[in-house]
């Protein structure tokens, strides 16, 4: 669609676009004898980060938050995909991660390796019964690439892996 003045309705900048897979739907929190469990519902918050990224500034905005919303949190620097299952399966439950990485039109950049959204979701789909938010501080997180790209992107694979609630960028971020 486009507007006007000619430009895409889904380049719009005052746009929020919002994707539903039409097959996934989110997993329920677990449940014992038919109540949630307080602590998954709450969960802990994950920050992971790799490559020179802006860490400390986003840590600091986080620890603040989760102050505020008394939440407990922890940190997993030089994110890859070992480290974060282990951190996914060790300790509290994990209801929010945050990954702060570099994004690429293949994927994600994991401590100097690319990983496919594929292979993100794959990992993921695991706790998407515990994940209730994941935000990719990527760049392009949200984009799937040109015209007739069979890729996706790491935001909608995630979401079709049955994590509830993803945010990500389409373009790329500057702070």
């Known amino acids: 669609l486009e507007l006007p003045d000619g430009t895409p309705l889904g380049e719009h900048e005052a746009l929020l676009l919002r994707l539903t897979w039409p097959d996934a739907e989110p997993r329920p929190l677990r449940q014992d004898q038919g109540r949630v469990d307080p602590q998954l519902a709450e969960g802990r918050v994950l920050f992971a980060w790799a490559g020179a990224v802006p860490h400390e500034a986003h840590a600091q905005a986080l620890r603040e938050a989760c102050t505020q919303g008394a939440r407990d949190w ?15 399966h060790e300790g509290p439950p994990v209801s929010v991660l945050h990954l702060l990485v570099h994004g690429e039109p293949k994927g994600l950049r994991f401590a100097g390796r690319v990983v496919s959204p594929k292979r993100l979701a794959a990992r993921l789909r695991p706790y998407a019964d515990r994940l209730r938010l994941v935000v990719l501080c990527a760049c392009e997180s949200a984009k799937a690439g040109g015209l007739g790209s069979a890729l996706g992107s790491a935001a909608e694979a995630l979401h079709r892996a049955g994590v509830e609630a993803v945010l990500a960028a389409r ?3 500057s702070k």
């Open 74 to 88: 922890t940190t997993l620097p030089d994110v890859t995909l070992r480290s974060l299952k282990a951190a996914l």
């Open 171 to 173: 373009d790329p971020l």
